[in-house]
């Protein structure tokens, strides 16, 4: 095997992205408020457009309306300036087509499309509502739940690096999402900072965000579930609601540093236009799209395989995963035990104290394989190393249990027993 763990000049941050096979019903992007009066101005629903123009002067006005940037943060460097090439607009859904055939045709204008509605992943089947009082005084430990934390080829062996006192110390980490509940018991409140976009108030992305920070950082209090990486320093959460996705993982690399690790946990995130791509691999050495066949700035993909549950093949495809080429490696895509949904353990109105054990899709999937990432980058600062982005997806994918059928690729599950060897 090459060697993984080389360290390069400008290493970049490790980006893990996981895609939802469905797409719900899209978020609004501005306020309600705001959409409801120029939906009354213009006597229609409104459609929101990217534009990308080849000098900044020309994005004043399309098509009468009033542009707004689409990138919040400031150009501090000639070679961001990227940024400040795209803008946003709203303009009346029965005109959409017209407006996009007309700046098709204007040599100022390099790109323009709709932006992506992105909703809540619709995972495959429901999670079982709370019912009846299921709250005792003490939570008590839901680690024997926790399968995929353990040793290969069933888990990923978090305690693999835990013996060796590696527990996400020194990495920071971000999540991009709709909504949290920082205030769960089993969360480090105090070591997460919000950076970008307004939370969505909405109980469905409070709990998915919530379980998938369980995955990663949950405390290790002998309480509930405990986070592959417990340690972690800081935690960062981006929201999409209020602002664009591309934003949302711009604002968040932002406050991350070389070695650190940013999940995008958003439905197809990185296949929605090129703002999306450059946001996102603006954290990595490289800018440029995903396409590996041209520039490949080490961004990891991830899919769903079957966890080793009655009912289900040990690391196959689900039927809901995305599979192929572009996919790297795969976390358990059933049957993952977490913080929030309250189907293990229901107290407390806000959730509080909410446990599940049936959170399921690419959503449970990717926070595995992020708390992989962390905690192989972890081991690397005991030595005063950080891991390029590729060579940490090399390290994950040539060390991982091998995926069961491969004629569906979803890669390999984290072995990191290996891949710590292999450091």
């Not at 990595?284 to 009655?310: E, F």
């Amino acid at each position: 095997m090459s060697s993984p763990a080389a360290v390069e000049s400008r290493p970049g941050r490790a980006l893990v992205v996981g895609f939802a096979a469905t797409l719900a019903a899209g978020f609004i992007a501005v306020s309600e408020y705001a959409m409801t009066r120029f939906a009354a101005q213009t006597g229609g629903r409104l459609v929101e457009l990217h534009v990308k123009a080849i000098a900044d002067e020309h994005l004043v006005t399309i098509a009468g309306s009033a542009t707004s940037p689409l990138f919040s943060h400031a150009v501090e460097r000639e070679a961001d300036a990227w940024r400040d090439q795209w803008v946003r607009v709203f303009v009346p859904a029965d005109d959409v087509a017209s407006i996009l055939g007309s700046l098709a045709s204007d040599p100022t204008i390099e790109d323009a499309f709709v932006a992506p509605t992105i909703g809540l992943p619709v995972e495959a089947t429901p999670h079982p509502q709370p019912t009846g009082d299921r709250c005792p005084l003490k939570t008590p430990s839901f680690e024997t739940y926790q399968g995929y934390v353990g040793p290969a080829p069933q888990g990923i062996d978090a305690p693999a690096a835990w013996q060796r006192g590696v527990r996400g110390q020194g990495v920071w980490f971000a999540d991009i999402e709709g909504g949290w509940n920082a205030q769960h018991e089993d969360l480090p409140g105090d070591r997460i900072r919000h950076v970008g976009g307004t939370p969505i108030r909405d109980r469905g992305w409070r709990e998915h965000g919530t379980a998938v920070l369980g995955e990663v950082v949950g405390r290790a209090n002998e309480l509930g579930v405990v986070g592959l990486a417990p340690d972690v320093e800081r935690v960062f959460t981006s929201s999409i609601g209020g602002t664009t996705v591309a934003d949302a993982i711009d604002v968040a690399a932002q406050a991350l540093r070389p070695g650190d690790v940013l999940l995008v946990r958003v439905p197809a995130a990185l296949d929605v236009g090129e703002p999306h791509t450059l946001a996102a691999h603006a954290a990595l050495p490289r800018g440029g799209r995903v396409a590996r066949s041209k520039r490949d700035p080490g961004a990891i993909m991830l899919g769903a395989g079957g966890p080793p549950r009655p009912g289900y093949t040990d690391r196959a495809r689900l039927d809901f995963s995305n599979y192929g080429g572009r996919v790297d490696v795969q976390g358990w895509g059933r049957k993952v035990a977490t913080l929030d949904y309250g189907d293990l353990q229901a107290c407390d109105a806000p959730g509080h104290r909410h446990y599940t054990n049936e959170f399921s899709g690419t959503s449970s999937a990717s926070p595995i394989v992020a708390g992989a990432a962390v905690l192989v980058e972890s081991a690397a600062r005991v030595t005063d190393r950080v891991i390029a982005p590729r060579a940490l997806r090399a390290l994950l994918t040539e060390t991982g249990t091998p995926q069961v059928g491969a004629q569906q690729h979803i890669g390999p599950r984290p072995d990191l027993a290996k891949a710590l060897r292999s450091l």
